[in-house]
């Protein structure tokens, strides 16, 4: 059964950096699309940053651009976002998605078709002073 267990949320001032994880368990990630997604407050769930699975490429959302990047670790079956200069817009519960299918990747800032990708729990980043 998979499972994606997120970590390194917390409390950070504005201007500063966390490094979010997700550790897969169940399945194997080296060819699946991987993906970060966050929901603020009252909004709706957002796509941040997406990576294919074969190599086709990696989607960031323009408001992440040049402070988010994605990384994967094979060997530890973790992919991770490193977030830079983050911004109280940043606040939010953020959560990894992934699947073999790409679907992850193709509908990353889509509203629909990422019913059946699998999620993790989400982890809390608030960027207050």
């Known amino acids: 059964q998979a499972q994606l267990v997120e970590s390194g949320g917390g409390l950070v001032q504005p201007g500063g950096s966390l490094r979010l994880s997700c550790a897969a368990s169940g399945i194997t990630l080296n060819y699946y699309a991987i993906g970060w997604f966050r929901q603020a407050p009252g909004k709706e769930r957002e796509g941040v940053v997406c990576?294919?699975?074969?190599?086709?490429?990696?989607y960031y959302a323009d408001s992440v651009k040049g402070r988010f990047t994605i990384s994967r670790d094979n060997a530890k079956n973790t992919v991770y976002l490193q977030m830079n200069n983050l911004k109280p817009e940043d606040t939010g519960v953020y959560y990894c998605?992934?699947?073999?299918?790409?679907?992850?990747?193709?509908?990353?800032?889509?509203?629909?078709?990422?019913?059946?990708?699998?999620w993790g729990q989400g982890t809390q980043v608030t960027v207050a002073s």
């Open positions: 990576a294919s699975g074969s190599g086709d490429g990696t």
């Open positions: 998605a992934t699947d073999p299918g790409e679907r992850t990747y193709y509908y990353c800032f889509s509203s629909v078709g990422l019913e059946s990708v699998y």
